[in-house]
């Protein structure tokens, strides 16, 4: 089964903590990204990532770090920087720019 | 950078009826805009795309059409289901980003009613 995977589903943090989202591939895919959802707002870019070991930082990086040091897995953390971290991640994959982007199931973090 | 407003927010039809979803975006290097369909909790699935070298294209009862002049684009649904209910997504390819990125429309929430 090929596909993108996202875990956990749900995670609560409590504030200054930092937390590490997991997104995995099994495409064959060298572009993937993160992209943060809040409720009635569009998908917005956190960072995205066009091949092994290369990283960029989207609109609204701050706060947030990543890794690519696997061409299937392209993890998050959000880190006590980031000041309003409750939200739904996505994370996506593609095969590479100007081309259909796979999306994960999402992670929804909560900061208690 | 590139911008897209899409239209409108919330859309409420009728089964059987059509739905029309409207997007322009600003940066007219932009060449690949994408619909996608989100369900409650699940992550967004691609519905239909479009390059800028086309102006329409059909799949079943869905369809999307191109004006490079005005910058625009719509999501045609014919023959709406309550299974068609959910948000949708415009998005066009980000230029500044090397084209890789996709900058998305802030959704539209459809509701087919039966």
């Known amino acids: 089964d090929g596909g993108i995977t996202q875990s956990p589903k749900y995670l609560f943090r409590k504030e200054g903590q930092n937390v590490t989202l997991s997104c995995e591939q099994n495409l064959n895919h060298d572009a993937m990204y993160w992209y943060r959802q809040d409720p009635g707002q569009g998908l917005r870019l956190i960072y995205y990532s066009q091949i092994v070991n290369d990283f960029q930082k989207g609109d609204i990086a701050e706060g947030y770090s990543v890794s690519r040091e696997k061409k299937e897995s392209f993890p998050l953390t959000v880190t006590s920087a980031q000041k309003n971290p409750t939200a739904f991640y996505l994370c996506?994959?593609?095969?590479?720019?100007?081309?259909?982007?796979?999306f994960g199931p999402g992670t929804r973090l909560t900061v208690l | 950078g590139e911008n897209v407003e899409q239209h409108p927010s919330t859309l409420s039809v009728q089964e059987g009826d059509s739905a029309v979803i409207k997007c322009t975006y600003s940066?007219?290097?932009?060449?690949?805009f994408p619909w996608y369909k989100q369900e409650l909790g699940k992550g967004p699935q691609l519905i239909i795309d479009?390059?800028?070298?086309?102006g329409e294209k059909k799949d079943q009862r869905i369809a999307v059409t191109l004006n490079k002049t005005a910058k625009h684009f719509s999501l045609h649904i014919t023959e709406t289901q309550p299974e068609d209910s959910a948000v949708y997504f415009c998005?066009?390819?980000?230029?500044?980003?090397?084209?890789?990125?996709?900058?998305f429309g802030k959704g539209t929430t459809l509701s087919v009613s039966s």
């Open positions: 940066d007219s290097a932009s060449n690949y």
């Open positions: 996506a994959s593609s095969i590479g720019g100007g081309h259909e982007q796979f």
């Open positions: 998005a066009a390819s980000d230029p500044n980003q090397a084209g890789t990125a996709l900058i």
């Open positions: 479009i390059r800028s070298n086309v």
